[in-house]
């Protein structure tokens, strides 16, 4: 499949199948993470990658309820690493990390639909809570939960702007 027909066709999954994913597609989706370009190089980034049941309704309870969390063979959790930021300017001390882990994530997502698995970025959560459930050191701030499996929905695509709505070139 090519890399445009990928991003066109991938879908926020939020109904699982309660099916495997082999660790062969593990190692991949953890390669896709590392791959994943950095601002300066930084790599100001850390997952966490929970298959525990338990653990995994813990999150439900902080993500307010979100129960699809938890049918989801695994959940990844997307954390910035203050110990890697740039703290030369305020854009590299607050962005950075968070353009590291997004970048990542958007890896992790297109390499998931082309192996079969669907996924949902989950930005809802409380910070504090998944801070304690996953017991993070203060260097470590969670900014996004993915669910990834087999998908049992398949979504339509929703609306985009338009070209022209989106985009301005200057001459």
Known sequence: MEILEIIKKRRSIRKF?????????????????????????????????????EIKEKLVAATFGQN???QAPLVIVGCTNDKT??????????LYSICDVSLSIQNLMLLAYSESLGSVWVGAFDEERVIEILNLSKNLLPIAMIPV??????????????KDELIKFIK
Do not use: C, M
């Not at 030369?88 to 001390?93: F, L, Q, S, W």
């Not at 499996?149 to 338009?162: I, Q, V």
């Open 149 to 162: 499996g087999y998908p049992a929905e398949k979504p339509k695509a929703p609306p985009r702007l338009s």
């Open 68 to 70: 699809f969390i938890n």
């Open 85 to 94: 930021n740039n703290q030369h300017t305020k854009k590299g001390e607050n």
């Open 17 to 53: 199948l309660s099916k495997p994913i082999p660790e062969k597609v593990i190692d991949k989706l953890i390669e896709s993470l590392i791959w994943a370009p950095s601002a300066k190089n930084l790599q100001s980034r850390k997952f966490y990658f929970v298959f525990n049941q």
